[in-house]
């Protein structure tokens, strides 16, 4: 096989954790008398780090740095008793991972989600499977699209960056692929759109987890 290794972003990728974001995110807003979004608004508010989304969610006249710190603040402490009352693999994933798995393909992810929180998250929502490294966002690691923690991945693994077939569900997730030497391909059951990946430079795009399969088993 050309690829050894799948490396996935979490969140509309893996798991279906919409819900719960903007659920979140709405309560810190509320209450401090905040406009509060649509849970579809949140599509495009996530997917580039907590402190991106928080600033995204404010109102322009509130996005202040002291501002911005204090909602982020707020938002993971909501997170952490809320995260897990709606999110969940979407439908296939499990398949997906138990056939990569029984290939012999070592299975990794990089989300811009805060380190803590995609662990909490693959602990609790994907536990039968083995994802080494599993890296969420953190301090002095620049985030996606950035391919620093990507290439973190490969040097980790012990693989060529092309050795690795990266799965995502948005822009940014395309171009820490190609920034990273890495096959990019882009689901469209997750966040974002088909013209946004495609724009970002997307190799394939795949409507179902097991339209990765051929990619994989037929290089």
Known sequence: ?????????????????LEDL????????????LPVHPVDAFRTFVGDGLKTLVERILPENQRSTER???????????YAQSWHERSAPYPGIAGLLDRLTAQGLRLSILSNKPDPFTRLCVQQLLPHWTFDPLLGQRPGVPKKPDPSAALEVARLLGLMPAEILYVGDSGVDMRTALSAGMEAVGVLWGFRTADELRQAGAHHLIAQPE?????????
Do not use: H, K, W
Request: glycine share 4%; aromatic share 8%.
């Open 68 to 78: 911005i710190l204090e909602l982020v603040a707020s938002f993971e402490e909501e």
């Open 1 to 17: 096989m050309r690829y050894q290794a799948v490396l996935f972003d979490l969140d509309g990728t893996l798991l279906d954790t």
């Open 211 to 219: 339209e990765l399969l051929p990619l994989i088993f037929s290089s």
């Open 22 to 33: 903007a659920a979140a995110a709405n309560r810190v807003l509320a209450a401090r008398g």
